[in-house]
């Protein structure tokens, strides 16, 4: 079990440093082989592989598929406490899709949790939305405030 989270740990590293080659990222068969790496690493409860391949997913994944896939490793990755995620959540929860509405009280739940663990534009926009209120939340002026406070001590 050891030398094969050794072999992800190492092969993940690689492919993260391939990154920076722009020809490499270019090739099929090396790309596809990154993406196994990315995945692997997401599939051992990595909460930063997680992050990083749910945002490569979401945002570069062919198909609807791909950004599902995104999504849910998204989600891990916030529950593990990563910020930007739980950010990430809150703006497509915001957007909506074709599927979903946007819901004003699940990006309010991302947005809170990423700004507890110290992430100053969720706490903006966690203020801006308690501020007006939209998108089914009701307008709060009292957490309004206390989410601008929050952001203003996190440097926005």
Same mark, same amino acid.
């Given at each position: 079990?050891?030398?094969?989270?050794?072999?992800?740990? /190492?092969?993940?590293?690689?492919?993260?440093? /391939? +990154?920076?080659?722009?020809? %490499?990222?270019?090739?099929?068969?090396?790309?596809?082989?990154?993406?196994? =790496?990315?995945?692997?690493?997401?599939? +051992?409860?990595?909460?930063?592989? =997680? *992050?990083?391949?749910?945002?490569?997913?979401?945002?570069? !994944?062919? !198909?609807?598929?791909?950004?599902?896939?995104?999504?849910?490793? @998204? !989600?891990?990755?916030?529950?593990?406490?990563?910020?930007?995620?739980?950010? =990430? +959540?809150?703006?497509? *929860?915001? #957007?909506?899709?074709?599927?979903?509405?946007?819901?004003?009280?699940?990006?309010?739940?991302?947005?809170?949790?990423? #700004?507890?663990?110290?992430?100053?534009?969720?706490?903006?926009?966690?203020?801006? /939305?308690?501020?007006?209120?939209?998108?089914? @939340?009701?307008?709060?002026? %009292?957490? #309004?405030?206390?989410?601008? =406070?929050?952001? *203003?001590?996190?440097? +926005?």
């Amino acid at each position: 079990m050891v030398y094969w989270r050794i072999k992800a740990r /190492l092969g993940y590293f690689i492919a993260r440093r /391939l +990154l920076r080659w722009p020809a %490499l990222v270019k090739q099929p068969r090396v790309w596809a082989w990154m993406e196994g =790496q990315f995945a692997r690493m997401a599939a +051992l409860d990595d909460v930063a592989a =997680q *992050s990083f391949y749910g945002h490569l997913l979401v945002f570069r !994944g062919r !198909g609807f598929g791909a950004r599902e896939e995104g999504i849910r490793l @998204l !989600g891990k990755a916030a529950a593990g406490g990563d910020a930007k995620s739980a950010y =990430q +959540l809150g703006v497509l *929860s915001l #957007a909506g899709d074709t599927r979903n509405a946007p819901d004003g009280n699940a990006a309010a739940r991302w947005w809170t949790l990423a #700004a507890d663990a110290g992430h100053p534009l969720a706490a903006r926009r966690l203020a801006q /939305l308690y501020a007006e209120g939209e998108h089914g @939340l009701v307008a709060n002026p %009292l957490l #309004a405030e206390r989410y601008a =406070q929050r952001a *203003s001590e996190l440097g +926005l």
